[in-house]
């Protein structure tokens, strides 16, 4: 029989809850398809921080990296400011293990509510390729009140008071800024990646950027997409700003396949699917590094207010676990999980309250992975 080790780091809020429900679907996929997990559970999270001052230590990850994959329930905690335990944890992670590939499916389930009119299951199925490591993400910024980060902002002022003839005041107290970087190898990797889906499937990749105001970092991104489309002949491609692929993922979700995009945008575009899909109870996600270690986990935060009290939606992570086992190449189960989590939608009985139902956290995994076994 198959023996996997999987790291596990509930995390924060909701995040024991949900995993809770992951492990014992996964298990359960387990006894059916003849393989054994091994829980290796980690503590790092909002309490363990504020016990040992430890976010997530090098040796931890360096620990993890022996595995090919990490299941994550949700971190952030609001006794700590906002940011610390995101950028300390999940971040740390997602650059440390180089997980380049942020896989979010945005997938309209059979018998789940659409907030768009007229929208069915069949106009709603494609899946966004976020790029997770480059762009605003990278970490460099600051403020300053007076020095050298101050020329930025004269630099721009002066252009413009050039430009249009105007005596703009320079001077400010404080200025704010951040960088956004993109490299040639971070953004072909990412695109490539989206064009092997494409192949795989015979569909048509969508790229977003903002090149006709940032040009210089997306006008670099839409280059390199040109360049790898012009490569793959065979594959339909489009090119869309990101503000207008809001209104197209509202108005015409059934154009998309596969959207490819760079970091920030996607962070923000892939909350708008999730509400499109039905909400952020059933979006899944996956940070992988196709030859590293890979970590899944649903998009949707810790949602403090409800922690321990057994109420949240956890299709969202049991779709991640999916998506983990998948990845360890056992496809076959994995199919059998979505199927499952079909199965209990589409029977409607076992629900929680954001689909309409009052089941609790444990009735909906316990009755996902009873539906898996009877299966
Ligand atoms: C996400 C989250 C994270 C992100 C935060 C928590 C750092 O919003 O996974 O989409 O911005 O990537
Ligand atoms: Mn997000």
Redesign the pocket.
């Known amino acids: 029989m198959a023996q996997y080790k999987i790291p596990v780091l509930p995390g924060d809020g909701i995040g024991p809850e949900i995993i809770t429900e992951g492990k014992k679907v996964i298990d359960a996929a387990g006894e059916k398809f003849g393989f054994d997990v091994d829980w290796i559970e980690y503590p790092q999270g909002a309490d363990h921080y504020l016990e040992t001052g430890e976010l997530i230590s090098e040796d931890t990850l360096k620990e993890l990296s022996a595995y090919d994959a990490i299941y994550l329930g949700s971190?952030?905690d609001d006794r700590i400011a906002p940011?610390v335990l995101?950028?300390g944890i999940?971040?740390a992670a997602?650059f440390y293990f180089d997980q380049y590939i942020?896989l979010r499916p945005i997938k309209l389930l059979e018998g789940v509510w659409c907030p768009l009119k007229d929208k069915t299951p069949a106009d709603i199925d494609f899946t966004v390729v976020?790029e997770?490591t480059e762009d605003f993400?990278i970490g460099i910024g600051g403020r300053a009140k007076t020095g050298a980060s101050k020329d930025l902002l004269e630099v721009s002022r002066t252009l413009y008071s050039a430009k249009f003839g105007l005596d703009i005041e320079t001077d400010s107290e404080e200025i704010a800024y951040q960088i956004g970087m993109i490299s040639k190898e971070g953004t072909q990797r990412v695109i490539d990646y989206s064009f092997d889906l494409a192949e795989k499937s015979d569909k048509h990749v969508s790229s977003v950027d903002k090149a006709n105001v940032l040009s210089d970092i997306y006008g670099f991104w839409r280059e390199e997409f040109n360049t790898i489309a012009a490569k793959h002949p065979d594959v339909k491609t489009d090119l869309n700003y990101v503000d207008a692929i809001t209104m197209w993922f509202v108005k015409n979700p059934e154009w998309f396949d596969i959207v490819v995009t760079p970091?920030?945008f996607?962070?923000i575009i892939?909350?708008l699917g999730a509400m499109v899909q039905g909400g952020l109870g059933l979006a899944p996600?996956g940070?992988i590094n196709p030859n590293g270690t890979s970590m899944f986990?649903p998009?949707h935060?810790s949602a403090p207010k409800y922690k321990g009290l057994n109420k949240v939606n956890p299709i969202a992570t049991i779709w991640a676990g999916s998506m983990l086992i998948e990845q360890l190449g056992e496809k076959e189960a994995a199919d059998a999980i979505v199927s499952a989590i079909e199965k209990n939608i589409l029977e409607a009985k076992v629900q929680t309250y954001d689909m309409g139902g009052s089941s609790t956290t444990s009735d909906v995994g316990s009755d996902i992975a009873r539906i898996l076994l009877e299966m």
């Open positions: 971190i952030g940011g995101e950028k999940l971040l997602r942020n976020r997770n993400y970091n920030m996607g962070d892939t909350d996600g940070n986990e998009i935060g």
